[in-house]
């Protein structure tokens, strides 16, 4: 019982800043604002961690490496941690997979939350402070599929079809996950 709330506790709090690392990651990939309650929100917790390492890690063709890295390290220690509470001793070739493939993991899940949230904003509040926030983060992913499919009726598909693109994928990094754990 100890050893589950301890893999629990070490998930929660190393999930909490890997998914916020991958935000600020994509925030500047995509070249979303920081000037709103989420951006400044994730810059407040990311700052301590990114500010000393970029020193010595430059950023590459407009990707904030330094963050996608500690990210990446995050959670390979997030992985260590759980599996040595558990007692099960991984492979540094294990780890460096299995948290390759969880960032990739959490940043489709990012990208469904931003999905749902701005799907419920057009619904709800479109002039939200923060509907501009989601919809720069899925405008990329959706331009592709809203060339194919046109609205019907003035309703639009394409963040259903989206939906439903994200949940497949997910399903093959799930299994590219139990792979890349087998190593």
């Known amino acids: ?3 589950q709330i301890g893999v629990y506790l070490v998930e929660a709090v ?3 800043f890997v998914f916020m690392l ?5 925030f500047q990939w995509l ?8 951006g ?3 810059l407040a ?15 590459l063709a407009g990707l904030d490496l330094t963050t996608l ?6 959670q390979m220690l997030s992985i260590w941690l759980q599996a040595t509470i558990l007692g099960a001793d991984p492979g540094a070739a294990v780890l460096a997979a299995v948290a390759a493939v969880d960032l990739l993991r959490y940043s489709l899940y990012i990208l469904v939350f931003a999905l749902i949230v701005q799907f419920i904003l057009s619904w709800v509040n479109p002039y939200a402070p923060l509907a501009p926030v989601f919809d720069t983060i899925v405008r990329p992913f959706l331009r592709p599929i809203r060339r194919f499919v046109p609205p019907i009726a003035n309703i639009d598909l394409s963040p259903a079809i989206l939906f439903i693109i994200v949940q497949v994928v997910l ?7 139990v792979a890349a754990a087998t190593l």
């Open 1 to 3: 019982m100890f050893a």
């Open 40 to 42: 400044e929100f994730v």
């Open 69 to 74: 890295l500690l990210a990446w390290l995050l």
């Open 22 to 26: 991958l935000t600020r990651f994509h």
């Open 31 to 38: 070249r979303v604002s920081f000037r709103n309650q989420v």
């Open 171 to 177: 399903l093959l990094v799930g299994a590219l996950r």
């Open 14 to 16: 190393f999930g909490f």
């Open 45 to 59: 917790t990311t700052n301590a961690m990114v500010i000393p390492v970029r020193r010595f890690i430059p950023g």
